[in-house]
């Protein structure tokens, strides 16, 4: 119950900043919600490392990490302001990342680099990635499976938010990706699909072993997940709540 609280609020934030600051990818960052709960709660310790490929899901990924303490209320809010840290795209400037991402492809290919230097450096350190399915049209991601297949990266968990909508068309209309398993096992990959809102099969995908095979998880997600009139439709990946929207949009998560 307390997950799916903090998930609640962590949307209550996405929709308010996402109207004040008359900024796009709500429905790509509504997305996520439940998977970055799950890694920041849980996993996100000590030395493990995450990279937001999907960068423009910038902001589910700043709310989260404001709700975790990494930066103030304050910092937040400045939020599609002028001279902020908070970035449109997902900043290393801001506490806590590591890595700027906005370039689709470009997430992957570093996750599987660092994951080999924890591997030379005999580090326990765990690389976990998130990247969208319109990554999978970008050749970068497959020569990264090829390498870490290559190279037993076990310490590598690539989670794919598949919720089946890109930037202007249904991912499926776009370039087709079925049969994602297979393809992904013909690369020597441990797979492990799962409802990316449920947060028990997700921290339960988070448990991998140590079999010198990297991991990915192709999570079952919906766009816009929680506000009905945004959930799957394309019309959400660039358009913000105006006030109208905002209100009947709170009123659902409330």
């Not at 924890?118 to 690389?127: G, Q």
């Not at 249904?170 to 393809?183: I, Q």
Request: with cysteine.
């Amino acid at each position: 119950m307390l997950l799916k609280h903090i998930a609640k609020q962590i949307r209550i934030k996405i929709l308010k900043i996402s109207s004040a600051a008359k900024s796009s990818h709500i429905g790509s960052s509504l997305s996520i919600v439940e998977i970055l709960v799950v890694l920041y709660k849980f996993f996100i310790k000590k030395k493990n490392i995450f990279i937001l490929s999907k960068g423009h899901a910038c902001l589910a990924y700043y709310c989260v990490l404001n709700k975790f303490h990494y930066f103030s209320d304050k910092i937040l809010k400045s939020y599609g302001k002028n001279n902020t840290i908070l970035l449109s795209h997902v900043s290393h400037k801001v506490p806590g990342i590591v890595f700027s991402t906005g370039s689709l492809g470009h997430g992957l290919p570093y996750a599987t680099g660092r994951a080999l230097a924890e591997k030379i450096n005999k580090t326990n350190n765990k690389i976990f990635v998130l990247i969208s399915d319109g990554e999978l049209n970008e050749g970068t991601t497959w020569e990264s499976l090829l390498f870490a297949a290559h190279h037993k990266l076990d310490n590598l968990i690539i989670i794919i938010d598949y919720n089946k909508i890109q930037s202007l068309d249904f991912a499926k209309n776009v370039l087709k990706l079925e049969p994602l398993n297979k393809k992904f096992k013909s690369f020597g990959c441990n797979i492990k699909n799962i409802n990316g809102h449920n947060f028990n099969q997700i921290y339960k995908s988070f448990i991998v072993m140590k079999n010198k095979k990297p991991t990915i998880i192709i999570a079952n997600t919906i766009k816009g997940k929680g506000v009905s009139f945004m959930e799957n439709s394309i019309l959400w990946h660039y358009k913000f709540p105006n006030e109208k929207e905002l209100k009947v949009a709170l009123k659902e998560l409330k």
